[in-house]
């Protein structure tokens, strides 16, 4: 890599993202491109050659390198994007992108380190421990989900990558202490409203369909988890002989932000020796305020704790925080030491201290994974090879600071409860569950006291707005009812965009109604 060709090649790419934001309202929040448009645009294979500039003089670098933004980014890949960092963008859940988020991120693909074990890249693993613990003292998260006790935090891409491991972990807990051909007879507890990442980690890790239980939520707990059922289920497994190991539990669900009460759940858990899972992908980052962390209130019984920082917490993706109490959980299910992976480190368990020691003129390391002196991450994890992914969330932590972040997401549930209260305004419409976060869900009501008419109309009222451009929302589904879903949270999101959202939706009302009468 040449250093002044990255210099030049970089100001340019930087210029046309900065460029890009600076217009992002523009473009169509939803993209209007049929399946297929790229194909149409592109060769069938790369060039033997470069594009048309193989002569291009050395000083007309930066020429090429604009030619080619204008030509293939603008024309051919930006009309095919969904804009998620539109200011009116509404639709499942944000995904945050900020400058210190950026810039980290582009310090990582410069460093090009790959950190799977302490030695591969010290300061990536020590770092990674590091902001996980400022991370986990920011929501108050019990001591024994940090790194200096038997626990500790680690990044994985996502939340469902999250789900899997701490369910791998917990499947070869059990299977230790009951036998490997207990398989068939383990079982998995959540809500119907847990995210369906729970059953492609049930899939993966060979829990058998039927014992997989996802319980029954409903209006009259605000589709959270009932204690009362889950017990009821977990008795009546006992008594034909199934054994239950894992409970998964939800702060925010996808669909309405349900929260289950970790508390109770976590003391049935505990009493029928489960492992106990708390997602709180979404939710979590609103946990950093001190008037929304009662909300995690009995965490304290939990196994494992996530959040996604990507989501909610100005971190570009992808980076999502999994704490765990028991490392060696994890390690012991996941962990391979073939020889060409064994290094020598020096042995202290104290990430602080300088782990290098100078002897007769050569560096002298002693052995320290073996005797588990490090955090090797590797073994926390399903894949080998890591991103530096904590540079992005430390510049994140480092250059807002806690009062910041707060108000960041104080003000988006601001607007939530605005977009709210506009719905209250207007009697054609409903607001289906109560608000907890920056997540809105409303309906639009028909006119007869039709269910299906009236699930059909929402459904077009969805297609409606989305097919404008000006803004994008999602749905989902909750007692059978066809239901919108208004989630604040991208960056740039102001009141104005709320605001021209809901003239849409209201403008899109009135023609399906009328033409309904």
């Given at each position: 890599m040449d250093a002044e060709q990255l210099r030049e090649y970089g100001h340019k790419m930087v210029d046309f993202i900065a460029d890009y934001y600076k217009t992002i309202e523009n473009f169509p929040v939803l993209s209007q491109v049929e399946p297929g448009y790229l194909r149409n645009l592109l060769p069938d294979s790369a060039p033997n050659q470069p594009d048309s500039f193989q002569h291009v003089l050395d000083?007309?670098?930066?020429?090429?390198?604009?030619?080619?933004?204008?030509?293939?980014?603008?024309?051919?890949?930006?009309?095919?994007?969904?804009?998620?960092?539109?200011?009116?963008?509404?639709?499942?859940?944000?995904?945050?992108?900020?400058?210190?988020?950026?810039?980290?991120?582009?310090?990582?693909a410069g460093l090009n380190i790959v950190g799977f074990s302490w030695i591969a890249s010290p300061a990536a693993t020590e770092l990674e421990m590091i902001v996980l613990d400022w991370l986990a003292k920011m929501l108050k998260l019990p001591e024994d989900f940090l790194s200096a006790g038997q626990g500790g935090g680690v990044i994985q891409g996502t939340a469902s990558e999250a789900v899997l491991v701490v369910l791998l972990a917990a499947r070869d807990k059990v299977l230790r202490r009951v036998g490997k051909d207990?398989?068939?007879?383990?079982?998995?507890?959540?809500s119907d409203q847990t995210h369906s990442s729970l059953q492609k980690a049930c899939q993966i890790a060979g829990i058998h369909p039927e014992n997989c239980r996802l319980l029954k939520a409903t209006s009259s707990t605000n589709?959270?988890?009932?204690?009362?059922?889950?017990?009821?289920?977990?008795?009546?497994?006992?008594?034909?002989?199934?054994?239950?190991?894992?409970?998964?539990?939800?702060?925010?669900?996808t669909s309405s932000t349900a929260v289950d009460p970790?508390?109770?759940?976590?003391?049935?858990?505990?009493?029928?020796?489960?492992?106990?899972?708390?997602?709180?992908?979404?939710?979590?980052?609103?946990?950093?305020?001190?008037?929304?962390?009662?909300?995690?209130?009995?965490?304290?019984?939990?196994?494992?704790?996530?959040?996604n920082a990507h989501k909610w917490f100005l971190t570009n993706f992808d980076c999502s925080a999994l704490w765990v109490k028991d490392r060696s959980a994890l390690v012991q299910a996941l962990s391979t030491n073939p020889e060409y992976l064994k290094n020598k480190k020096m042995a202290d368990s104290k990430p602080a201290k300088t782990w290098f020691l100078m002897y007769s003129g050569k560096l002298a390391k002693l052995v320290a994974s073996q005797a588990n002196m490090v955090v090797d991450y590797k073994d926390w994890q399903v894949p080998l090879g890591r991103r530096f992914r904590s540079l992005k969330l430390w510049m994140v932590l480092r250059l807002y600071g806690l009062e910041n972040l707060q108000c960041y997401i104080r003000n988006h549930i601001k607007l939530a409860k605005h977009f709210e209260n506009l719905i209250a305004q207007d009697p054609r419409f409903e607001v289906v569950t109560p608000r907890i976060f920056s997540l809105v869900c409303f309906r639009l009501l028909p006119v007869r006291d039709n269910e299906s008419h009236g699930n059909k109309l929402n459904h077009q009222l969805l297609d409606a707005v989305n097919s404008t451009g000006s803004a994008f929302i999602s749905h989902t589904v909750l007692s059978g009812k066809y239901i919108l879903r208004f989630a604040v949270g991208a960056p740039l999101t102001e009141e104005k965009h709320v605001n021209a959202a809901w003239k849409v939706l209201q403008d899109k009302a009135t023609s399906l109604l009328a033409e309904s009468l």
């Amino acid at each position: 890599m040449d250093a002044e060709q990255l210099r030049e090649y970089g100001h340019k790419m930087v210029d046309f993202i900065a460029d890009y934001y600076k217009t992002i309202e523009n473009f169509p929040v939803l993209s209007q491109v049929e399946p297929g448009y790229l194909r149409n645009l592109l060769p069938d294979s790369a060039p033997n050659q470069p594009d048309s500039f193989q002569h291009v003089l050395d000083g007309e670098v930066a020429q090429l390198i604009l030619e080619f933004i204008r030509l293939y980014i603008q024309a051919k890949i930006l009309p095919g994007l969904t804009h998620w960092q539109s200011p009116n963008y509404f639709a499942y859940y944000p995904s945050n992108s900020s400058v210190a988020g950026f810039v980290g991120e582009m310090l990582s693909a410069g460093l090009n380190i790959v950190g799977f074990s302490w030695i591969a890249s010290p300061a990536a693993t020590e770092l990674e421990m590091i902001v996980l613990d400022w991370l986990a003292k920011m929501l108050k998260l019990p001591e024994d989900f940090l790194s200096a006790g038997q626990g500790g935090g680690v990044i994985q891409g996502t939340a469902s990558e999250a789900v899997l491991v701490v369910l791998l972990a917990a499947r070869d807990k059990v299977l230790r202490r009951v036998g490997k051909d207990a398989l068939e007879k383990l079982v998995v507890y959540a809500s119907d409203q847990t995210h369906s990442s729970l059953q492609k980690a049930c899939q993966i890790a060979g829990i058998h369909p039927e014992n997989c239980r996802l319980l029954k939520a409903t209006s009259s707990t605000n589709y959270a988890l009932s204690p009362e059922f889950l017990s009821e289920t977990i008795s009546q497994d006992l008594t034909i002989g199934l054994i239950p190991f894992f409970l998964c539990a939800t702060v925010g669900t996808t669909s309405s932000t349900a929260v289950d009460p970790l508390l109770s759940l976590g003391k049935i858990a505990k009493s029928n020796g489960m492992w106990f899972h708390v997602d709180a992908a979404y939710a979590g980052s609103a946990c950093v305020c001190p008037e929304f962390r009662h909300y995690m209130d009995g965490v304290e019984e939990a196994d494992s704790f996530n959040m996604n920082a990507h989501k909610w917490f100005l971190t570009n993706f992808d980076c999502s925080a999994l704490w765990v109490k028991d490392r060696s959980a994890l390690v012991q299910a996941l962990s391979t030491n073939p020889e060409y992976l064994k290094n020598k480190k020096m042995a202290d368990s104290k990430p602080a201290k300088t782990w290098f020691l100078m002897y007769s003129g050569k560096l002298a390391k002693l052995v320290a994974s073996q005797a588990n002196m490090v955090v090797d991450y590797k073994d926390w994890q399903v894949p080998l090879g890591r991103r530096f992914r904590s540079l992005k969330l430390w510049m994140v932590l480092r250059l807002y600071g806690l009062e910041n972040l707060q108000c960041y997401i104080r003000n988006h549930i601001k607007l939530a409860k605005h977009f709210e209260n506009l719905i209250a305004q207007d009697p054609r419409f409903e607001v289906v569950t109560p608000r907890i976060f920056s997540l809105v869900c409303f309906r639009l009501l028909p006119v007869r006291d039709n269910e299906s008419h009236g699930n059909k109309l929402n459904h077009q009222l969805l297609d409606a707005v989305n097919s404008t451009g000006s803004a994008f929302i999602s749905h989902t589904v909750l007692s059978g009812k066809y239901i919108l879903r208004f989630a604040v949270g991208a960056p740039l999101t102001e009141e104005k965009h709320v605001n021209a959202a809901w003239k849409v939706l209201q403008d899109k009302a009135t023609s399906l109604l009328a033409e309904s009468l």
